[in-house]
Structures are given as C-alpha cells and as structure tokens.
C-alpha cells in the first residue's frame, strides 16, 4: 500500500511542477475577488434593504400587507424591501422569530458556488492529460517497466485528479470565505438560513448548509472528471476527453430538457448529477428522487471506471 502512497505522492509533484496548475489557482483566485469587489461596488446587486433593526417584524407585516393588497403597483410604487418578497417566508421569519440579516459572507459563499463549474473545467482538463499525456510524450513504458501492477498506476493517476479537484474545492470555499468576510462581514457563525424544500419552508443552520450545496455540486465535478478520464485511457487523446467531457458538461442540462418528455430521459446521466436540486429547486425530471438519482450515478461511475481499467490494464504499450 506504501508505494501506492508514493506514486499518488508523485502524480502530485508532477502535477504542481507545472505552470499551468498554478495558473488554475490564480484564475479561480481572481474570479472569487473580482466578484467580491464587483458585489461590492455595486451594490445593486445585493438584493437591496432588509428591515434588520428592532422594529423589524412590524416592517415585515407591513411589507406583506403592502405585497397582499390587489392595488400595490397599479400607481407604479417600489416595494420597500425587494429581497424579502415572499409573504410565506416572510410569515415564517415573524412566528418563529428568525431575523433577517444583511448580505454576508454566507451569501458570498453560496453565490460563488457557481465557481464549481470552473473547477470542473480545469478538473476534467487535468484528468483528461493524466493518462493520455504519457502516452503522447513516450513515457508510459517507463511507468509499466516497473514492478507495480497496471492497476495500481491507474488508479494512483486518478486519485491523484480526485486530490487535485478536492483541494481546489476547499481552496474556493476558504478564499471565498476570507474575501466574503472583508468585505460584507459575518452576522453570525451560526446563522440560521430558510429555504424551501418540496413546496415547505426549511430552516438549517448556515454553515452545514453551504458545506453541503459545495459537497454536492462536487458530485458534478466527480463524473465529469471521471468520464474525462475514462476517454483519455480509452482513446488516449487528451484533446479528445477535454472537447467531449466540456461540451457534455455544458449542453447536459439542454439535452435533457429537450428530451424530457421520453420516459427514459431519467435514466440520462445530467438529469441526476445536480443533487442540489432535491434541498433548492425543482428537479428536471418531476418523477425522480434522491435515491434514484444516486442510483444512476453510481452505475454510471462504475461503468465509467471499469472501461478506463479493461482498456488501461490491456492494452499493448509496445508500440506506443
């Protein structure tokens, strides 16, 4: 098992002795500021006023009187507190004494959860040169001459990616958490946050709940970088697994929507990688639930990693 360690150990040397690793980082770095110093520059964008003082529960009812009454925008007037819109969650804050707080670091962290999709991207570029790229540059036989199974040097270069998309993933996470803080400050460590789940109100605490959206749009990351990496051991072209996984990864959602009206669509792999819309928002596919989702998920992994080990441990290097 030791030199199973060592070889994921140098997979990583290799990996941050490029250049391009760390320009990874500095692209992701830069997108998290900027959008901070864009959010708070502009400040429109941050969902305008909410009533946080100590009348705030009167400011909340009258919010929802002004939203009930069947003449509210007929003479052109602005709503008083544009974020708070929704009378239920409104109603909810009231009975069960859960004050509204201002823009804040958890709000900056959810809204750079997008910035997942960029970790994919730079994920499945790596995963796709992890297997192809040595064939490319002739040093494969070097890898097999030695006495470590096939297996083995397979699976050490995947891990190796899963390591990489990990760190990156915390590295969004602290960054965004660091700028947030700076510029928008913490209301509280322990922020309860509502939403709502299956047409009711949920409340959680803020914390778990932002670990857990970035835990499962990571699921996203983790097929696309396997599927990336099963087309760089299959086919052995990096430029290949990079065009495919990317493009599938942009235009999975529209396949689905243009093929949801077929029973089979749920069993199409994007139509159950977003795991975050079974806590936030409306499934693609009305019938489906978390379980199968995982499900289909978890065949398609297994599918995905068994080929990249048939055609990894059997193929001939000899001319490679």
Known sequence: MSNFFQLVKNE?????????????FIILGVLIIGFGIFMKVDASFLGGDVPTG????????????????????????QIQYPSMMDI???????????????????????DNRTNVSVISLFTIIVAAGAIAN??????????????????????SKYVSVLVFA???????????FIVGSILFGIDSLNQTYLFRQDGNIQETQIFGHTVAQYLLSSVNLLIMATFAFMISA?????????????????????IVLFLQDKEWAKYILFANTDLNQFIEGTPLISDITPGFSVTVLIVY??????????FFSKRDVAGA
Request: net charge negative; proline share 2%.
């Open 234 to 254: 299959v086919f052995r072209n990096s430029s290949l697994a990079i065009g495919v996984a990317i493009f599938l990864m942009m235009a999975g959602n529209s």
């Open 54 to 77: 100590e009348d705030w529960k009167q400011e909340l009812q009258e919010q929802n009187e002004q939203l009930q009454d069947p003449k509210f925008g007929q003479s052109g007037e």
């Open 301 to 310: 992994y297994i599918i995905f990693v068994a080929l990249s080990w048939t």
């Open 134 to 155: 040595e064939f490319k540059w002739g040093t494969i036989k070097l890898l097999l001459i030695r006495p470590i199974s096939r297996t083995k040097i397979l699976f």
């Open 12 to 24: 990583q040397i290799k990996l941050y002795s490029q250049i391009a690793t760390w320009i990874m």
């Open 166 to 176: 990990l760190t990156m993933l915390l590295f969004l996470y602290v960054l965004s």
């Open 88 to 110: 239920e969650m409104n109603e909810y804050r009231i009975e069960n004494n859960i004050k509204p707080t201002e823009y804040d670091v958890w709000d900056f962290l959810r």
